[in-house]
């Protein structure tokens, strides 16, 4: 079975900190790796993705990846109110299948 | 920005009725898939579809669903003999030109089983 694992929450923040959100996955042959956010009743809206070891950013977000780990991470620097939401991890292995995380909640406080 | 549309946006129907959730990906991507997600639970992956056929399935994915591109745009998702527990949200994606691609995510459609 494909687990993909991360803390449900809820994890909250002051404005303008750094949110740090995990995931650890099983699937050893997992190739790409997204990061998704997802407000109450909306649909899952692409952050950011990764597909080598190491870190990738893209404005205030950075993903990094440790492949030998199991291990992905998501970092949103300067947290804004906007950014509370929930925020999915989905692992994609060879095969055309995507398992997703449960997510974890983020709260921004003002 | 290109889309992916997904209609209905609500969907009410009796138990054991057969359902058809429709989806236009975006135009240029290549794999389409289908998700569910039941209230409060996680996205789970249920279908994809490459070059006109299912390329990889769950084991949510049984004799009750069925997909389909009737045409050049559409992708279906058929549920026969609707149980209450099929009761959730439906989400179509969309990726380019390899499913490592990242996909894209529709709107969804709200099914309802009564």
């Known amino acids: 079975q494909k687990e993909v694992e991360q803390n449900s929450g809820p994890l909250s923040v002051p404005e303008g900190a750094i949110a740090s959100l995990n995931c650890t996955y099983s699937d050893r042959g997992s190739q790409s790796f997204f990061w998704y956010r997802q407000y109450s009743g909306k649909s899952p809206e692409l952050i950011m993705f990764i597909y080598s070891n190491g870190d990738k950013e893209d404005g205030r977000f950075t993903a990094q990846l440790n492949k030998a780990s199991q291990y992905v991470s998501l970092l949103i620097r300067d947290s804004q109110p906007s950014d509370s939401a929930t925020y999915l991890c989905a692992v994609k292995g060879n095969n055309n299948d995507m398992r997703f995380g449960a997510g974890t909640r983020l709260t921004v406080k003002p | 920005e290109p889309e992916v549309t997904q209609t209905p946006s609500h969907q009410v129907t009796q138990m054991g009725q057969e359902v058809i959730l429709r989806c236009v990906p975006i135009s240029n991507h290549l794999y389409f898939y289908w998700y569910r997600q039941i209230l409060g639970q996680k996205v789970e992956f249920l279908v994809s579809?490459?070059?006109?056929?299912?390329?990889?399935k769950s084991e949510i994915f049984d004799d009750q669903f069925s997909v389909e591109r009737p045409d050049g745009s559409n992708f279906t998702l058929k549920i026969r003999s609707t149980k209450l527990e099929d009761s959730a949200m439906y989400f179509c994606a969309s990726s380019e030109r390899s499913g490592d691609q990242p996909q894209h995510f529709g709107d969804g459609t709200r099914l309802s089983i009564l």
């Open positions: 579809f490459y070059n006109n056929e299912i390329s990889e």
